[in-house]
């Protein structure tokens, strides 16, 4: 929207498109026309002040939840499960973490996915972070 009017101090001035600020006294017939214009375009809205405000809220919110949408952004999967001599199973494939399998053999451990990262808790101490494995790429030889 380009604005025709600003507020400095306590007084409202034209900008105009020649970016000039001048007070109401000072306006030609013609910029007088273009703020009356304006105005009438805004009264035909029917909308007051606060409702234009509100409006731009809700639009300000739905504009960030399509972003979010767009972006995928969405929550990750969280996963327990009990830590065996084999690693842990995700998304139906088998990892097995050395460190994780020596050490927490029986314990519960809280497995966060993110789309293609998981990071691996127990007793809420993050215990190993590791990167899951594309369709075409064998857990078997991971480096």
Known sequence: MDRLTKKLCQTTVYVGKESKHLIPVEL???QTREVLQKLCEYEETGLSP???????????????????????IVKPTVLKQRVSRYGLHINGKKYYLPDLALYHIGEIASVV????????????????EFELYHRFYSPEYRG
């Open 113 to 128: 996915i993110y789309k293609h990262k998981a990071k691996v808790y127990i007793d809420n101490s993050l215990v190993e």
């Open 50 to 72: 606060d409702e234009v405000v509100k409006l731009k809220k809700s639009a300000d919110i739905k504009v960030k939840n399509q972003r979010t949408k767009i972006l995928g």
């Open 28 to 30: 030609s017939v013609g």
